[in-house]
């Protein structure tokens, strides 16, 4: 039983993936490739709220 | 002064009928899962019956509140990028939820706690400490409450409607079914608000790119537009000063936010642990739609709009490109939008008040029913304190304190959040801490003219950081090095009333725990008292002990998260 919560405990490191994404500026500070028109800066801020929500699920029902 | 702003008397009539409709639904919210609103955990969390969906759109309704949508898009069509932190923000607070809130949750659950600042009066038997957090919240609450208004006065004047008449009359309407119905009133109001805004939202993004040419000539405009602004903004944040800056707000704020007793009390309504694990995973919803009215900031840009102040940036957007009855159903989403948070915020201080300022100090051994009572009171005085505060005070000094509220709120992060996985902070550390916080977040803020981003010189490097996140250093390293002082003296540690078990789950310690969720159950033991305050401090000495457990103990109850 340990053991086994343990493991699936590991599972909230995936948190972590929308910290590193957003955190560090640098990363997505930048106009190209736009999509839409839309700068490279926006979209991808965009793209990280179904990918966090994902994320956030996927522990979710790891976890539970 | 008159206003640029016509009467719009079609605008007018629907926005009066929607906010007649949701004023009925306030006041019929009583009977919906009737209890007798006696206690305040009736009153003030709602009995703790609310489902994954009811939920979702209580919090939701709850932390997007209509300043944000106001205020942010005018922030992005003044500045650019650095408005837009707000997403980000709003996307890393749900892993952070979705890590703390359950277990707390949990604790508060089993304890019957209904704030803050009762749980740190449970963990370390301190009614200083608990004191200090409940201030803290009451003090960045009320401002909070106050700009709600401003959301509501922007709206109202860009219908034609000027002066305080109307403003008084909606927050006293707010006022009367909060009064009645308690936490149920907010909470099916939000998806009224909720709804709304879905649909304005989803209506303005589908329409307006194509009147304007575009995304590419909308983000084209804002690019050659953003730079001449006074103080010049940037539609891509360059140089480390604004990229550090952008970061630090996000996740400052992104700690702050939960920690803000109207986030708390929706948090503590809902029904178990599990339904705020999943809301973690679809509230990011909202941030969705957030970052779309973020944007709204560019198109007002783009159609070259010349707004009185930038808080008209939106309102003047929808006036210019949509008919008056759509006008008024987006001012109503926004008004609306302001009175679900205002009515939350009014009753998560009063739950504040009562129990540990109330209860605590001034009437010890209140019953039930009295603590209901003066939740309902204090309410009012909150409304009635913000309405004051916003009709004879400039609206700048509620903006100004709003944003202290952030750096405040975050100083309480050690006795609430840390507190959870560890009781080695010593809580006499923990206070010291939390003053100097508190003082070095304000001075910080008050020298910097109340930006939030505070500039530093770090190994030569120039940076701008968000004040409450170097504010919260200062706490943290005070705390600590008194925790070893004081420890090392032999200061009482204090009691605490938790033990290991009542932070996990149930489903965790295999069914031995019968599950507590009979609504009827209860209501019954929050009724019969178990958890008074002032125990800790009667009962001192009984476990006059710290109790952080051996280090095994200690390991087991620290989740391997980050």
Known sequence: MRGERTRSRAWYWLLVLPFLGLLIPPLYAKENPELWGIPFFYWYQFVWVPLAAGVTFLVYRRTK | ?562
């Open chain 2, 1 to 562: 002064m008159s206003t640029p702003h016509p009467t719009d008397a079609t605008a007018l009539i629907v926005f009066c009928v929607l906010f007649a409709f949701v004023t009925v639904v306030g006041f019929v919210a009583v009977r919906w899962r009737r209890a007798k609103l006696d206690s305040i955990d009736e009153w003030g969390l709602g009995g703790r019956r609310f489902g994954t969906v009811v939920t979702w759109f209580l919090l939701g309704g709850d932390l997007y509140t209509a300043y944000t949508f106001i205020a942010v898009p005018a922030l992005v069509f003044g500045a650019g990028a650095a408005g837009f932190f707000a997403l980000p923000y709003t996307i890393i607070v749900y892993p952070l939820v979705f890590m703390i809130m359950p277990r707390l949750w949990t604790v508060a659950h089993r304890r019957g706690y209904v704030t803050s600042a009762d749980f740190v009066q449970g963990r370390y038997g301190s009614r200083k400490l608990s004191l200090a957090v409940a201030l803290t919240g009451l003090l960045a609450t009320m401002p909070y409450i106050a700009l709600q208004l401003v959301g509501i006065q922007v709206v109202l004047a860009a219908m034609g409607v000027e002066g305080d008449w109307p403003l008084i009359i909606a927050f006293a309407i707010l006022a009367a079914y909060t009064y009645n119905s308690g936490l149920r009133a907010p909470a099916l109001i939000a998806v009224v608000k909720d709804v709304m805004i879905w649909i304005v939202i989803i209506v303005a993004v589908a329409y307006l790119p194509g009147k304007l040419g575009g995304f590419g000539a909308i983000f084209d405009s804002a690019r050659e537009a953003l730079p001449k602004h006074d103080p010049p903004g940037a539609l891509i944040p360059t140089g480390v000063d604004a990229q550090v800056a952008y970061a630090t707000l996000a996740l400052g704020s992104a700690m702050a936010l939960f920690l803000y007793p109207h986030a708390m009390t929706g948090v503590l309504s809902s029904q178990s642990a599990k339904v705020v694990r999943r809301n973690a995973a679809i509230l990011p919803a909202y941030s969705f739609v957030l970052g779309l009215i973020a944007l709204l900031g560019f198109m007002a840009i783009a159609a070259n709009l010349q707004p009185q102040t930038p808080n008209f940036a939106v309102p003047d957007l929808f006036i210019t490109f949509f008919p008056s009855w759509f006008e008024g159903f987006a001012f109503a989403a926004i008004a609306i939008g302001a009175l679900v948070p205002a009515a939350v915020m009014s009753i998560a201080a009063a739950n504040l008040f009562t129990r540990n300022i109330w209860s605590a100090y001034l009437h010890k051994d209140a019953s039930p029913a009295e603590e209901s009572q003066v939740a309902k009171i204090s309410s009012l005085v909150m409304k009635v304190g913000a309405v004051l505060f916003i009709l004879l005070l400039p609206t700048e000094y509620a903006i100004d304190l709003q944003l202290l509220g952030g750096v405040w709120i975050l100083q309480t992060l050690p006795a609430v959040v840390i507190a959870l996985y560890t009781r080695w902070f010593h809580r006499w550390g923990l206070f010291a801490g939390w003053a100097v916080g508190m003082v070095v977040g304000t001075v910080m803020a008050a020298t910097q003219d109340f930006k939030s981003i505070f500039p530093l010189e770090l190994f030569g490097l120039h940076v701008t950081v968000y004040a409450a996140l170097l504010a919260l250093i200062a706490n943290l390293a005070v705390a600590a090095v008194l925790t070893v002082a004081l420890r090392g003296s032999g200061v009482g540690e204090g009691r605490d009333d938790t033990v290991a078990d009542d932070y996990e789950e149930l489903e965790d310690v295999g069914g031995i725990k019968p599950l507590p969720a009979q609504p009827g159950e209860e209501r019954a033991r929050a009724a019969s008292g178990r958890f008074r305050l002032g125990d800790g401090e009667r009962g001192a000495g009984e476990r006059e002990t710290p109790v952080p457990g051996t280090p095994k103990e200690q390991q087991e109850r620290t989740p391997r998260a980050p």
